[in-house]
């Protein structure tokens, strides 16, 4: 990293957030009936961010600035109350942005021509990967809350108008949660704000303003109730957000019919992505904002998460549908992520860091993966499905890589976070660290199990199942080589963490 | 505190915007003369002219301070603010209305006077410093607003729409004059400024005065259709022309808060801790039937009175902390309401041009794909009500929340939180039904120039506001601080 200096006086994060909206207009102002066109100036809009994005990793320079924030940008927003456009990156955002960029340019890519009403669809997706942009570089925590809603919208109607099954049901229910949660953030977005207002005399909603002054305070409850810590109540605002949209178990229930009902383009961004959002905003904000509330509240959630680990990989061990197989294996990925986050330690949080990348490459695979499958073979489910590797041997050695990383080989990249994961909690929660282990084992069980299932033993007659395009070997192409460069070079991602998180005002364990 | 007796203060020029409307009323009453029948547009063009005259006379009161007959009105920042904006909303009623009268077959001048006689009425009460003419005003736009829910005299609804609003506003306009009456007696004046400081004396814990606010709330709380006060809304609104619905859904509720606000933010701030819990409950009542019921309803007409029910909840919670900050709230959320929910009739009102039966959500199925336009803008509008970013209705709340949390009042605050999650149901249901597809091919009418350039500009402010609340958030500052 910083192999070069991009020139300073271009607004790289806006433009970031600009270009797809840009390139949702240009859909917009396209006929409907010129489909292919439509498809490619998605895929153009994506190839531009995703080319934007690398740029800005390239010249990103580790450890400089006061917290370690580049590219910043502040315009004055709403300045009577202290709301500002503020962006900026740093080792917590940086990788994410680029797995934003690449999930949303494989999901258009992979979007069917003959989706119909195939306008919508690519603009709804162009809005999302704004938004989704906009909550990685927001400063501002009303600016990210705006964002946060704003994600929202497009992911409603993807799930709900292009989806499968019971699917205005999936996106109703997603919707609701996620609403729950974000308006409990807005409340103590609102109160941290109050509260720094009250202390310091300044009404800001800056993030590196408010994490300068942690809110304190006790809270006594009427009556002879007791008495809560303030700065807890505030953690479990933005935790009850966060917690939803990871989902920590077990808030988890809206998970298996979103993810079972979203068409293949939406899942790869949703579960790849957005669900790391929820785990970028606990470090983020619950960890910055309230480090007392963290370290004393972390316990119960690395619990929770542990649980998560373990919940999820039984249910992926008792499904038959593979879609919804693999939405338990991301849920119980996740929990790792959790684990790592709440172990509360260097090692465990840049794992957890670590781990949300893989987890984007790997469970974008494996849903790519269950696409593919149930588009050739015209079903999902695990007990109709053998023998695929006799006629599609490059599917299958393909298919093979990507179930190796999720179930944590060394040498490719799942084991490393898990591994970075499992040392932090080992040191701060010993019998959750051997709760995640046998989540590890489970994971092989069912992936293993998916795997074979599917592609070995002999083929039925007649063997039908068609081999890979070259479009669908270029799809995996760029997931498969992050997953083995990782898996051999993990120091790359961890030195620029490392210096992000030591700057932050987090209690280590 | 010093009150003009060196004659009665006549000063024409504090009142000028409402001399221009009611003038354009009389010059449109003489003009629908010699107008031909089927010419009756340009009555709409003249009514248009004189508004945007009207606006322009509303500028220069910004930042005045000026007192006038006998402090009876006031010219004040608050004033223009609220001319502003019940200026434009009444040019956008007259620029969308020719084509859905005609339609309806209701094409006559008397429409546009009464429009601009209602529209008189609320400015008067917006500027109103006295009882007296905060009755007039009242009266005056609530007598045109009669007349007008009627106005489709051959349509039964519309009749039964006039008659419960009458019958009901006459017996709200009782409460609100013997409240009045009491308060009179209780502090021996009638000016707003005489009644501020005699409440700062010993006059604040009278019985009379306490039971004369009591029951000027409940006049107020009727024009906004809060609740309990809120059964006529349903009623009016749905059985109403659906444009003069959209006029009065908001410009309406507009006015009556300006009167809310001089009354219980500038009159009786020494007193608020005697009408916080009154005003509160109405709030919650408001939030609560609002929204619970909203979600039974399927005319869209319907639908959108009870959202205008709990939003009247909303926009009430900005009134109770008392303070500038709070007030600012509620004049920002007051500006947005008019925006989104104008809207949101105004595509009814588009849809209604072809016919009325359409306000039923049945009729709205798979309405993406039939009216695209309609549709995606209508789209706006319900996510801004429903307080989505990025559109304005999102920064209402957030203002108005902001207000609640900075003055620590926080059980409003949790019922509104709730409310707002339980809303998402029967805004975003309107747009899975016209995301939804259609049952089979329905007869189309088209949208008209100006109404689909109306729809299309509010549009856009919805989402321009959402991006950049700023510069009204500061207008709504300005005018929100109020002094007597």
Same mark, same amino acid.
């Given at each position: *990293? ?5 020139p ?15 390139g949702?207009?240009?859909?917009? !102002?396209?006929p409907?009936?010129?489909?292919r066109?439509?498809k ?7 190839v531009?961010?995703?080319a ?42 940086l ?11 494989i999901?258009?890519? $992979?979007t ?12 709804? !997706? ?5 938004a989704?942009?906009?909550? !990685? ?10 964002f ?13 108008v ?12 997603? =919707? ?38 942690p ?35 077990p ?37 910055? =904002?309230?480090p ?17 680990i373990?919940?999820?990989?039984? *249910?992926?061990?008792?499904?038959t549908?593979?879609?919804? !197989?693999?939405?338990?294996?991301? *849920? ?18 840049e ?9 984007? $490459?790997i469970?974008?695979?494996?849903f790519?993966?269950?696409? *593919?499958?149930e ?27 990507v ?21 932090g ?7 959750l ?10 994971a ?5 199990r ?6 070995q033993?002999?083929?039925p007659?007649?063997?039908s199942?068609p081999?890979?395009r070259?479009?669908? $070997? ?20 961890p ?10 005002p987090?209690i280590?364990? | 505190?010093? %009150? ?5 203060? %006549? ?17 449109v ?10 010419? @009756? ?7 248009v ?7 322009? /006379?509303?500028f ?14 006031i ?13 434009? #909303? ?9 084509r ?24 008067l009460?917006a500027?109103a410093t ?44 009782g ?21 501020? /400081? ?24 009727f ?11 349903p ?5 109403a ?16 808060f300006?009167a #809310?606000?001089? %009354? +219980?933010i500038?009159? +009786? ?19 609560f ?21 709990a ?24 500006? /947005?309401?008019?925006v989104?929910?104008f809207?949101? +009739? ?7 041009a072809g016919?009325?039966?359409t306000a039923?959500?049945?009729?709205? @199925? ?11 803008v209508?789209?706006?509008f ?13 920064? /209402? ?16 605050l ?40 109306v ?6 402010a ?5 991006? +950049?609340?700023s ?12 002094h007597?």
């Amino acid at each position: *990293m910083s192999w070069y200096t991009l020139p300073t006086n271009v607004p790289w994060l806006s433009l970031v957030l600009v270009v797809p909206l840009v390139g949702a207009l240009l859909v917009v !102002l396209t006929p409907s009936v010129a489909g292919r066109v439509i498809k490619q100036l998605g895929i153009l809009t994506a190839v531009i961010t995703l080319a934007l994005v690398l740029a800005i990793i390239g010249g990103f320079q580790q450890g400089v600035g006061g917290l370690h924030l580049q590219f910043e940008e502040v315009l004055r927003w709403i300045p009577s109350l202290g709301i500002s456009y503020h962006l900026g990156i740093d080792g917590l955002s940086l990788f994410l942005l680029g797995l934003n960029a690449l999930l949303f340019l494989i999901a258009i890519i $992979v979007t069917d021509s003959a989706t119909p009403r195939l306008k919508e669809f690519i603009l709804l !997706l162009l809005i999302l990967e704004a938004a989704t942009a906009g909550i !990685l570089l927001a400063l501002d925590l009303i600016l990210f809350y705006v964002f946060w809603e704003a994600m929202l919208v497009p992911l409603y109607f993807l799930i709900g108008v292009w989806g499968e099954g019971r699917r205005i049901y999936a996106a109703f229910k997603f =919707l609701i949660y996620t609403v729950i949660g974000s308006f409990a953030m807005l409340i103590a977005i609102l109160a941290v704000a109050g509260i720094n207002f009250s202390q310091t005399g300044q009404l800001s909603f800056d993030w590196t303003v408010l994490v300068q002054h942690p809110a304190a305070g006790v809270w006594h409850l009427p009556g002879s109730l007791g008495s809560v810590g303030i700065p807890q109540l505030l953690f479990v605002g933005f935790a009850l957000a966060f917690a939803i949209k990871m989902p920590i178990w077990p808030l988890h229930t809206w998970l298996p019919p979103a993810y079972t009902a979203s068409p293949v383009p939406v899942v790869i961004v949703f579960a790849g992505l957005v669900s790391k959002l929820g785990a970028y905003g606990f470090i983020r904000f619950n960890l910055s =904002l309230f480090p007392d509330a963290a370290h004393s509240l972390g316990g119960p959630l690395a619990v929770l998460a542990t649980i998560g680990i373990l919940y999820g990989a039984v *249910m992926a061990l008792a499904q038959t549908d593979l879609k919804r !197989l693999v939405a338990y294996a991301s *849920m119980s990925h996740l929990g790792f992520i959790g684990l790592g986050i709440f172990a509360g330690n260097l090692l465990g949080i840049e794992g957890a860091l670590v781990q949300m990348i893989n987890h984007g $490459v790997i469970i974008a695979a494996l849903f790519l993966v269950v696409g *593919m499958i149930e588009r050739r073979a015209g079903t999902r489910l695990r007990g109709e499905l053998r023998g695929l590797g006799a006629t599609a041997p490059l599917f299958a050695a393909l298919f093979l890589v990507v179930s190796l990383a999720a179930l944590g080989l060394p040498g490719l990249n799942g084991f490393v976070g898990e591994f970075l994961i499992m040392l932090g909690a080992w040191s701060s929660f010993l019998p959750l660290a051997v709760g995640a282990g046998i989540g590890v084992v489970l994971a092989a069980w069912y992936v293993l199990r998916f795997y074979q299932g599917s592609t070995q033993d002999a083929p039925p007659h007649p063997a039908s199942f068609p081999e890979l395009r070259i479009l669908d $070997v270029g799809v995996l192409a760029p997931l498969l080589a992050l997953m083995v460069v990782i898996g051999i070079s993990p120091g790359f991602f961890p030195a620029a963490v490392d210096a992000t998180v030591k700057a932050l005002p987090v209690i280590l364990r | 505190m010093t %009150i003009n007796l060196s004659g009665l203060g %006549i000063d024409y020029g504090a009142i000028l915007p409402e001399l221009i409307v009611v003038g354009t009323a009389i010059v449109v009453l003489f003009l629908d003369l010699v107008v031909p029948a089927d010419r @009756r547009g340009w009555l709409a063009g003249v009514t248009v002219v004189g508004l945007l005259a009207a606006l322009a /006379a509303s500028f220069p009161l910004w930042g005045q301070d000026r007192a006038a007959f006998g402090d009876t009105v006031i010219a004040d920042s608050l004033a223009a603010f609220f001319n502003v904006l019940l200026i434009a #909303i009444t040019i956008l009623t007259a620029l969308i209305s020719p084509r859905f009268l005609r339609a309806l077959d209701l094409d006559y001048g008397e429409y546009y006077i009464l429009l601009l006689g209602a529209t008189a009425g609320m400015m008067l009460l917006a500027a109103a410093t006295s009882l007296m003419t905060i009755f007039l005003g009242i009266e005056l736009l609530s007598v045109c607003l009669y007349v007008l829910s009627g106005f489709a005299r051959t349509a039964l609804r519309s009749q039964e729409a006039a008659l419960k609003y009458l019958l009901l506003g006459g017996f709200a306009t009782g409460f609100l004059l013997y409240g009045m009456a009491l308060i009179y007696g209780a502090t021996g004046s009638t000016t707003l400024r005489a009644i501020a /400081a005699a409440t700062t004396t010993a006059a604040a814990s009278n019985v009379l005065l306490l039971v004369g606010i009591a029951l000027l709330s409940v006049g107020l709380a009727f024009k906004v259709s809060a609740a309990p006060f809120h059964m006529w809304t349903p009623d009016v609104y749905e059985g109403a022309p659906t444009v003069v619905t959209t006029f009065m859904s908001v410009a309406t509720k507009a006015a009556a808060f300006a009167a #809310i606000g001089r %009354i +219980f933010i500038a009159t +009786f701030p020494s007193i608020s801790s005697r009408w916080y819990f009154p005003l509160a409950l109405i709030a919650i009542f408001s939030l609560f039937i609002g929204n619970l019921v909203a979600i039974t309803q399927d005319n869209i007409k319907r639908m959108l009175a009870y959202s205008g029910i709990a939003h009247a909840g909303y926009i009430l919670l900005g009134i109770l902390p008392g303070t500038t900050q709070g007030f600012t709230a509620t004049l920002f959320y007051i500006a /947005a309401y008019a925006v989104m929910n104008f809207g949101a +009739f105004a595509v009814v009102t588009a849809i209604g041009a072809g016919g009325e039966q359409t306000a039923d959500l049945s009729y709205w @199925r798979g309405l993406f794909y039939r009216r695209p336009f309609l549709a995606t803008v209508m789209t706006i509008f319900m996510l801004s009500l429903a307080g989505i970013p990025p559109t304005v209705g999102f920064f /209402a709340k957030l203002f108005v929340f902001q207000s609640l949390v900075t003055a620590q009042i926080w059980a409003p605050l949790v019922v509104a939180v709730i409310m707002t999650i339980v809303s998402f149901y029967y805004y975003l249901r309107v747009i899975v039904v016209m995301l939804a597809q259609p049952d089979g091919a329905v007869a189309e009418n088209r949208v008209g120039f100006s109404t689909s350039t109306v729809l299309g500009a509010v549009a856009v402010a919805t989402v321009f506001l959402g991006l +950049f609340p700023s510069v009204v958030l500061d207008w709504a500052s300005h005018a929100a601080s109020l002094h007597f």
